[in-house]
């Protein structure tokens, strides 16, 4: 793990993880929708720290989110099918 160069690393972040305002905003959900999804572990955050509450920092990987999203448009509209 030395070898890690911290600007890639970096990078990798800043291309690949979003936090929950953002997640939100990929998956066009309110912060109670996106809340519960998270509860139910219908989306996983990729790192969390924090105990509870406001302490609680989770930064979501951001092709989980558009593939959660994805899913929630099939969803939507199979409920218009129906």
Same mark, same amino acid.
């Given at each position: 793990? /030395?070898?890690?160069?911290? &600007?890639?690393? !970096? !990078?990798w972040? &800043?291309?690949?993880?979003v936090?929950? %305002?953002?997640?939100?905003? @990929?998956? /066009?959900? #309110?912060?109670? #929708? ?8 219908? @989306? %996983? ?5 924090g ?7 989770r930064?979501?990987?951001? #092709?989980?989110? &558009?593939?959660?999203?994805e899913q @929630?448009? &099939?969803?939507?509209?199979?409920? !218009? !099918?129906?």
């Amino acid at each position: 793990m /030395n070898n890690l160069n911290p &600007e890639d690393v !970096k !990078k990798w972040i &800043e291309n690949n993880l979003v936090n929950s %305002k953002q997640a939100r905003e @990929i998956t /066009n959900q #309110s912060q109670r #929708s996106f809340s519960q999804a998270v509860q139910d572990n219908r @989306i %996983k955050a990729f790192f969390q720290t924090g105990d509870h509450g406001r302490d609680i920092v989770r930064l979501f990987l951001r #092709s989980d989110c &558009e593939k959660y999203f994805e899913q @929630i448009k &099939e969803r939507q509209a199979a409920r !218009k !099918k129906q």
